[in-house]
Structure formats: structure tokens, C-alpha cells
């Protein structure tokens, strides 16, 4: 196995506050599936902490992809951030799920994903691993 991109993203966590007290079309809006709205929503008294990280881990996962096409056109489309989705499982622990191009263009990939915020910081490291070739 060998590791083929690596991302990391650190966000402001009062920014999403802001984007969430917002009416009408915003980024949250526009780049967070339904199940990840619902996570986030469901969190309690701060879904800002939750949509900042979930943000920082999608541009983790987009550096990573775009270090692994070294030399080659990224191609993640208009709005990359749709096929790329946290999701966490029954304990909690997240992961990522890509759909669409993301999924075309790392088929085989396995991502490693950690997730961290402290105080208004939040912040994800996205490791792509090419599993032994088949």
C-alpha cells in the first residue's frame, strides 16, 4: 500500500455561527448533503462546531485528492463539495463517503480521516492510501 495525497484544513468555528443565522442560500445550504445537515442540526446547542469540522475535512479530502493527480488536472467539478460527505457510524466515529466523480476518480482509495476543534478552531487530515495493486 502506499499513501498518494495528503490534506489538511483548519477553519474559523464562529464563521459557520454566522453562515448558520443567515436566511435564504448559503455556503452551508449549498454544500452539506441532507444527512450531513441532519448530523449537524441534531447536535445540540452549537451545529456550527460540526459543520466547521465536517468543512475542514471536505477541503482536507479535495487537497488530498488534487496532491494525488500530481501533474494532472484536479477535476472536482462545480460543486465538489456534495460528493464528498462525513458520515459517522453507530459509535460515532467519522468517515468519508464519496459519490459521483469523487467515487470515479478514487475508486480504490482508502481515506484515513481524523477530525479535531478546539476553542473557535476546527480541523481535519485526510490521508489517501492506494490499497496493493489487484
Known sequence: MSIIGIGFDLVTVSEFGEQLERAGTTMVRESFTPGERRYCQGKGTDPARSYAVRWAAKEAVLKAWASSRFARRPQVGDNPYLLIEVVNDAWGRPSIRLHGLAQDFLPRAKIHLSL???????????????????
Open 116 to 134: 479535531t476543534h478546539d476553542g473557535d478552531t476546527a480541523g481535519a487530515v485526510v490521508i489517501l492510501e492506494d490499497p496493493a495493486p489487484e
